[in-house]
């Protein structure tokens, strides 16, 4: 059997696979079991920052691998405390919980909030929550992310929950000031929704949840799985708003492709937690985060996130040429950095990935709509103007 037979018979069915094997990568591209070549603005899903063949990150895999792949977090190992220190002192950040994935540090950001609310600021453990989010798969994000169809099946979800519209505060301040406010310790959100479809939150409003959450003691938590370390251009998302939260989640490129997931809080925060309050048996282990540091060097090195930001202009001046040439298709494009949606009237997104495809090109769907685009950071204008024009020409045949 070949590889998409043995898949088919063997794993679970949970993923809507696009009908491709792929092999091997290089730079900003991939390569099929035909040898056929793709430039890719997927990212593994925003996981690829660095795209494919990075030399440093790959000789810090095979010399930690010759060295230490695993031990335990009753032992200290100097590739996990030196990227902690790193990823603090580049944030707000006092302190780190290292973990394996995005659900897994929203899981640590909620378990956080809530006993720092039950030790200290003797509030209610309820979790004000955004519409159209999504936090990821475990019972604890799941049931913090604000989509349906992702609940659908899984019923019932964790109570203390609440949805509220996304870049509206005053739906929040009416629970918070309301006769039941005590009851919420946290409140989380993606500065940019990602899964949700490419959706920015505003500066004013963010501005006027820290306030809010501030004066309550509320802790704020910044889900940046994956639109932080470089991803809008900034080292962090929340660095575009001139806020800081209590708690931040990272995972998707930290590890340059390797699994890991990252809780950031300050202090105050962070003091909550003891030993045995929570725990993970290989987060933060030497393999993975020998490999983040690599990646993390690499993204804070001089000029860098200055070209992403230069690229990330230029990526949104040709969506906004795409949008007016094709305004009766195109309902709106959004773009932050080298994150971007176009958001169709009525084309399905995933029948435009699937023809991006034929001509070369990888890409994600949000929503049933919205095409994602989110490349590796050393994406070049040249591969934005190739992708440009291919869309073009698969547009043209909507007419």
């Known amino acids: 059997m070949d590889t998409k037979e043995l898949t088919k018979k063997f794993i679970m069915n949970t993923y809507g696979r696009f009908d491709l ?6 730079d900003c591209f991939l390569y099929d079991e035909n040898g056929k070549k793709y430039l890719d603005f997927a990212s593994g899903i925003a996981v690829n920052n660095l795209g494919y063949g990075n030399k440093a990150v790959e000789n810090a895999v095979v010399n930690q691998v010759k060295k230490l792949i695993h031990t335990s977090n009753y032992f200290y190992t100097e590739p996990q405390a030196k990227l902690a220190e790193k990823l603090c002192v580049n944030s707000f950040a006092d302190k ?8 897994e540090s929203v899981e640590g950001a909620i378990k956080l909030a809530r006993i720092y609310a039950g030790k200290f600021s003797k509030r209610g453990y309820k979790v004000i929550a955004m519409q159209n989010s999504f936090h990821g798969r475990t019972f604890g994000a799941l049931s913090a992310t604000g989509q349906d169809k992702y609940h659908s099946g899984f019923e019932p979800l964790l109570n203390g ?3 509220v519209k996304f870049n509206d505060i005053e739906s929040i301040e009416k629970l918070i000031n309301g006769e039941n406010g005590k009851d919420y310790c946290a409140v989380i959100l993606e500065p940019v929704q990602g899964e949700g479809g490419v959706n920015i939150s505003d500066k004013e409003y963010m501005k006027a949840l820290r306030n ?3 004066q309550n003691d509320i802790s704020l938590i910044f889900d940046e799985v994956q639109a932080g370390l470089g991803r809008t251009g900034k080292l962090f998302a929340y660095m575009n708003y001139d806020v800081e939260p209590d708690i931040m989640t990272l995972a998707k490129p930290l590890a340059g492709g390797l699994p890991i997931g990252a809780v950031l809080a300050n202090e105050k925060t962070a003091k909550a937690f003891e030993p045995g309050n929570h725990a993970t048996t290989f987060g933060g282990g030497p393999l993975v985060t020998a490999a983040a540091n690599a990646f993390f060097d690499e993204i804070t090195n001089a000029g860098f996130l200055d070209e992403v930001l230069n690229t990330g202009v230029y990526v949104k001046e040709a969506l906004d040429g795409l949008k007016s040439k094709f305004s009766g298709l195109i309902k709106e494009v959004r773009s932050i950095g080298l994150i971007s949606a176009i958001e169709f009237y009525s084309i399905k997104s995933k029948d435009i990935a699937v023809k991006l495809i034929d001509e070369g090109f990888l890409t994600t769907t949000v929503q049933d709509t919205v095409l994602r685009l989110t490349p590796p950071l050393i994406i070049k204008k040249n591969h934005i103007n190739l992708l440009m024009d291919a869309i073009v020409k698969i547009l043209e045949g909507y007419k």
Request: charged share 15%; aromatic share 16%.
């Open 21 to 26: 094997t792929l092999v091997k990568g290089e």
């Open 96 to 103: 780190v919980f290292f973990c394996n994935s995005g659900a």
């Open 161 to 163: 929950f609440e949805h």
């Open 212 to 214: 809010l959450t501030a």
